[in-house]
């Protein structure tokens, strides 16, 4: 359906729209199209939308307007919009931009190559929505982005009703996959080369619940141990609702699961969390931490935290001040809250004026620095066990550094080594200074492990390679250009 077509790919949002763009590409190459390369003008561009930000659809839009001139002079191209946003904005978006050529709900991810088809041969836009899904994203083909690392779904959707939240009304209610689904899709992975591997879900810990096992999730990283040659596993996000001991207990006793937890606060006041529909409180969430440190003591806590929610008092913000400083978070992400349409907070009273948002929002962000600068500074002399990266923060051009992950998720800036070591290789170094958001490792490094995942790094850069060279344009030729925006 696609031969000889390229195509492009625009994520946005959080780790399950980044699946399922490795899930698009997958389908669309199956499909007969090739990735684009830089600096080419696609003959597709699949816009993989988010609806949690506050400019989402302002962002969407301008960029379908950039799109605009670029698609009337180059014949034949088609846009797609799918995520989130689509499913929530769904007729409005051909009504705004009646250049698009295709919208999908986030049920329909493999609906995908037969709208673009229907559109080409119907000379009309399609749309099409399910409401529930039928086919997990996971069983899609994939074109993944990284050789060594990769996202794993374990569920879809979501059964919480937080008064914020957009996404459970467009991803519909949890779905989860069967255990032996998810344990043969890593051990393959593994057989590609792959060493780490992140279970995502909306809510990883309420995993089983569909198939009635509570303890489903913390059987999951206990099995997902004994995969051999997995060397890492992450997950994200749980829910302090659902977060038990089995599962804290789980992630001490299994070594391959990362000293890592990410686990949303949203506020640290009761009465905002109750506003929220959240279903804990603050005293809950920081015993929960109390457990993973006692447990696992040297375990690097994130989170997330809304500012400026509706009916927020300065007596709230400081709840969510003591919370932020009791709870040592290594790094968190901060947002400033904004109506979403759709959601039961956006018709509250007691919406915070933006000038008080923004400063609980500067003081908040001030304060997470701080905290993070400190328990950064802990890791001064240390030895860390870092996994390296391709493209993870930006390489010092005076001195080379390289850059990767720990193990327990800090980002580490590391001098390079005369073995050159690869993405997907291991190394081991002394932090030398560090940063709020990042460790320096600027000695020699201890060692370099060569892994199958570095091979397979290399094995993926061969390969594009030998696939830009047999693609590469006659001399002479002119390409038409289109800056790309990720």
């Known amino acids: 359906m696609g031969e000889g077509r390229t195509y492009e790919i625009r994520t946005y949002g959080c780790q399950m729209n980044a699946h399922d763009s490795e899930r698009v590409a997958g389908l669309l190459e199956d499909a007969g199209y090739a990735k684009a390369p830089d600096g080419e003008t696609p003959d597709l561009v699949v816009f993989n939308t988010c609806a949690v930000r506050e400019n989402a659809a302002d962002r969407l839009y301008g960029n379908l307007g950039h799109l605009f001139p670029v698609k009337k002079s180059h014949a034949g191209m088609q846009i797609a919009v799918g995520g989130c946003l689509a499913q ?4 409005q978006i051909i009504q705004r931009a009646p250049w698009v050529d295709v919208v999908y709900g986030t049920h329909n991810i493999g609906a995908l190559p037969r709208l673009l088809e229907q559109a080409r041969q119907r000379q009309e836009a399609q749309a099409e929505f399910e409401e529930t899904l039928a086919t997990f994203p996971s069983l899609l083909p ?33 779905k989860d ?23 995502l879900g909306q809510n990883v810990n309420s995993y089983g619940a ?23 596993v992450r997950f994200t996000s749980p829910h302090p609702r659902d977060f038990t001991g089995d599962v804290i207990e789980a992630m001490a006793e299994t070594p391959a699961v990362m000293p890592s937890l990410h686990m949303p606060l949203q506020s640290g006041s009761d009465t905002v969390l109750k506003a929220m529909r959240r279903a804990y409180r603050r005293d809950r969430y920081l015993a929960i931490l109390d457990n993973v440190r006692r447990a696992i003591p040297h375990a690097a806590i994130t989170t997330d935290i809304i500012v400026g929610f509706p009916g927020e008092t300065e007596a709230d913000f400081a709840d969510t001040l003591d919370v932020v400083r009791q709870a040592r978070f290594a790094s968190a992400f901060t947002f400033r809250y904004s109506i979403r349409p759709g959601t039961p907070a956006a018709t509250m009273d007691g919406q915070v004026p933006a000038d008080v948002v923004q400063d609980r929002y500067d003081r908040l962000v001030a304060l997470v620095e701080e905290v993070a600068t400190a328990e950064n500074a802990r890791f001064d002399g240390t030895t860390v066990e870092v996994l390296v990266a391709e493209g993870e923060g930006r390489k010092d051009a005076a001195t080379h550094r390289m850059s990767g992950r720990a193990r327990d998720n800090r980002l580490v800036h590391f001098a390079p080594h005369e073995t050159a070591p690869r993405p997907g290789d291991i190394v081991t170094a002394t932090v030398t200074s560090t940063a709020p958001h990042y460790l320096i490792a600027d000695g020699e490094p201890l060692a370099v492990r060569r892994t199958r995942a570095g091979d397979a790094w290399q094995a993926s850069q061969v390969a594009s390679a030998a696939g830009a060279a047999a693609e590469a344009p006659a001399p002479g030729s002119v390409l038409l250009g289109m800056p790309t925006r990720r």
């Not at 009635?212 to 004994?226: E, H, I, S, T, W």
């Open 88 to 91: 929530m904005e769904r007729a």
């Open 142 to 174: 994939a074109r993944r982005q990284s050789p060594y690392s990769a996202w794993v779904s374990i569920s879809v959707g979501c059964n919480n009703t937080c008064t914020f939240f957009i996404v459970p009304s467009l991803r519909g209610r949890e």
């Open 177 to 199: 996959r069967r255990p032996g689904d998810i344990l043969e899709e890593i051990t393959a992975l593994v057989s590609d080369g792959v060493i780490e591997v992140t279970l």
């Open 210 to 232: 569909e198939f009635g096992d509570r303890q489903a999730f913390g059987k999951l990283l206990r099995a997902c141990g004994q995969v051999s040659g997995l060397e890492r």
